[in-house]
């Protein structure tokens, strides 16, 4: 019997919390959002602001639907630049591109909700979004405040029915007073529309991406959901590595419903317009994008997934389905994982775990393969005359009394779940 280590809203086993008397949470708490990181899909990477349409997201939406998605955690869908229209309504609200949007987005909202997913936005806060095209003024009065602009754009996104948006770091210096620093006006905009999504009523998932002005550490008072720690990750192996090395050293930041942010995970078919990336070379191959998903579980990071679902290989969907990758990831305790060591090519990384098992990423960064190896003592797992090691890719367990080793190809991982007992239903690794 396979062997399910995810939560509610997901699926409880026996195995999840045991001995912890945590109960289990999920998103859209009453007191709490995005109490395990957020996952989903998103288009940005899948088809461009440029080129996206309506039927882009409801084919997404089936095909999510269709690979059991919704059931292994992936609760948004996440529309992204793109979707609105050069110029506001009659009343001043914001209003969707016509001809890509012709249904609209309250009608793309009930459509996402009836599939079982949440539906989630892109904004921009200023002037222009981060394509660099203008976006439609302000729907309120002259003369009102950057408070009153906030609210009168999140009251509209209530009444479509949007459960997250995703703030982008565009346009919004330019609206800065002159005796403000960039920092505090940043600290001000991001602050205005918390309280904005807030005074609408509706529980509404808020991710930040103004990190270009701002340090990581402010979002979490400020009541952000999850925050951009760096900027655009692409599809090539050193944007994955620039994205690993910038979010380890900030894991005392994250904690249920603050999360830090690496960006979208970029594994599987990337579009046609990444070839102008300065770094891509035909986008990961599998070793890599399953590395970065790795990585991305054990520091506990948002899964939002970018690629073409309706083209990518099987093996690129059995990656972003593994329910005990994704379990790791959606841990209730919600600590980061950290790196415990490295030499600059081999990394030895550990995340405690709500039952008290540790999960454990063996990476090789470098271009040969390698033996890395740590220990029980190392990992921080209690005294005992043996250990099970689950390992989460191969699913199969083997025992061993401290050493925890694996010989690991160039650029990818071993992941392993370390407890003091086995499994139900896990064979022994040959």
């Not at 070379?281 to 590395?291: C, K, M, P």
Request: aromatic letters at 10%.
């Amino acid at each position: 019997m396979f062997t399910v280590w995810l939560l509610a809203p997901l699926m409880l086993t026996s195995l999840t919390l045991a001995g912890t008397g945590a109960p289990a949470v999920a998103h859209g708490d009453p007191d709490h959002l995005a109490l395990t990181p957020p996952m989903g899909w998103s288009n940005w990477d899948a088809f461009s602001p440029r080129t996206v349409t309506e039927q882009h997201i409801r084919a997404i939406t089936d095909k999510m639907t269709a690979l059991g998605m919704r059931d292994v955690g992936y609760e948004y869908v996440i529309v992204g630049a793109g979707w609105q229209a050069g110029s506001r309504a009659a009343n001043g609200e914001m209003q969707a591109d016509g001809t890509k949007f012709p249904g609209g987005m309250r009608a793309l909202a009930d459509y996402v909700h009836s599939k079982g997913f949440e539906f989630g936005l892109q904004a921009a806060p200023g002037s222009q979004n981060c394509p660099g095209w203008p976006t439609p003024g302000t729907g309120t009065a002259p003369g009102a405040t950057y408070a009153d602009k906030a609210q009168f754009d999140a009251n509209t996104f209530a009444s479509w029915g949007v459960d997250f948006i995703r703030l982008d770091g565009c346009g919004y210096q330019d609206m800065r007073p002159a005796d403000m620093t960039a920092k505090a006006w940043a600290r001000h905009v991001y602050g205005a529309w918390r309280q904005a999504l807030d005074t609408t009523g509706r529980e509404i998932v808020y991710w930040g991406n103004g990190q270009q002005y701002t340090t990581p550490g402010m979002w979490a008072p400020l009541g952000l959901n999850m925050w951009r720690i760096k900027g655009d990750l692409h599809p090539c192996w050193e944007s994955v590595l620039k994205g690993i090395d910038t979010n380890a050293p900030l894991a005392s930041l994250a904690s249920p419903g603050h999360w830090n942010d690496p960006d979208f995970l970029v594994l599987g078919t990337p579009r046609n317009e990444w070839p102008n990336t300065p770094c891509f070379t035909g986008g990961l191959t599998n070793t890599e994008g399953r590395s970065q998903f790795s990585l991305w579980a054990i520091m506990t990071a948002p899964l939002v997934a970018g690629t073409d679902l309706r083209v990518d290989s099987p093996f690129t969907i059995k990656t972003l389905t593994n329910p005990d990758v994704i379990a790791v990831d959606q841990d209730p305790l919600g600590r980061q994982g950290r790196r415990i060591r490295t030499n600059g090519s081999q990394e030895v990384w550990a995340k405690r775990l709500a039952n008290g098992d540790r999960a454990v990423v063996l990476f090789n960064r470098s271009s040969r393969r390698a033996t890395i190896a740590t220990s029980a003592r190392e990992i921080g797992m209690p005294a005992a005359s043996r250990y099970f090691l689950h390992r989460l890719w191969s699913h199969c367990v083997y025992s061993t009394t401290s050493r925890i080793s694996s010989a690991v190809g160039r650029h990818g991982v071993s992941m392993t779940r370390v407890s003091l007992r086995r499994a139900t239903g896990w064979p022994r690794c040959a």
